[in-house]
């Protein structure tokens, strides 16, 4: 009887920290509808689910930006981050705009013009994949290039199937730090010759950035990594 309570407390204990160690995402998401009135307020209420639909996807984009993107398994390798500010607001000139290391504005007239082709609720989705990427990457303290610190943020739309159907093909474009989806599809490609080489770039990029880092992790130079690249697809634009 008592190894039998004995070794259910310990099962107990263990799956307990266990299950802690996984949700430990950060602390806090906050989620502002400022434009409760504006016809991309009342579209991030009706149609996206509001502020709940938002935490809980906050929530499960970080789990998967530092599990599955950047495979940073301890608090140690992260960007301490413990709180995620959001914010509905009516604005213009841009999809989302991420600023002071750690808040997302997104555009209700963003929310409330998008034509398609995804639904409106995957494209807020796939923004927020986008954006909260830029919340927790590693820039080399901002001296990488910005088409890289882009590519990185559409990677991970990219790795989770939410982009759309215009998303770059692989082979396309006409330089590795074009930005966007193009070095998203090159970041692939190099993921391809050397598992986990987008995580491994990003730890490399914590403190500072060198372009060599992409012979230190491949063995060649990135000039030589984008022309293999374009000759594997037959040099298309
Ligand atoms: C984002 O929205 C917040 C809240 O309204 C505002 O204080 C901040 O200035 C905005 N940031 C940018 C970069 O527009
Ligand atoms: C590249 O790797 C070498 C050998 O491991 C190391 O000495 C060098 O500091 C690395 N360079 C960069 C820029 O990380
Ligand atoms: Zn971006």
Redesign the pocket.
């Known amino acids: 009887m008592a190894p039998h309570s004995y070794s259910i407390l310990l099962y107990t204990l263990l799956t307990f920290s266990l299950s802690f160690h996984g949700i430990s995402a950060v602390q806090k998401y906050v989620i502002?509808n400022?434009a409760p009135k504006h016809g991309g307020g009342i579209k991030f209420e009706k149609v996206i689910g509001g502020v709940p639909f938002t935490k809980k996807l906050m929530g499960t984009i970080n789990m998967y930006i530092w599990n599955t993107i950047f495979k940073q398994t301890t608090a140690a390798d992260r960007k301490p981050v413990d709180t995620v500010?959001v914010?509905i607001?009516d604005?213009d000139g841009a999809e989302a705009?991420t600023?002071?290391n750690n808040?997302i504005?997104v555009s209700a007239i963003y929310l409330r013009d998008y034509p398609g082709p995804l639904t409106l609720k995957n494209e807020f989705t796939s923004l927020m994949y986008h954006e909260t990427t830029h919340v927790f990457q590693w820039t080399g303290e901002g001296k990488c290039p910005v088409g890289l610190i882009e590519g990185v943020a559409d990677y991970t739309i990219m790795r989770v199937n939410l982009y759309p159907p215009l998303f770059a093909k692989p082979g396309t474009g006409k330089k590795w730090d074009q930005g966007y989806d193009f070095t998203a599809r090159f970041l692939e490609y190099c993921d391809g010759l050397v598992p986990d080489f987008t995580a491994k770039l990003n730890k490399m990029m914590r403190f500072t950035w060198d372009i060599s880092f992409f012979k230190n992790l491949t063995g060649k130079p990135v000039e030589q990594l984008w022309k293999e690249y374009k000759a594997k697809y037959g040099n298309i634009e």
């Open positions: 502002v400022e500010e914010f607001k604005f705009i600023w002071g808040k504005n």
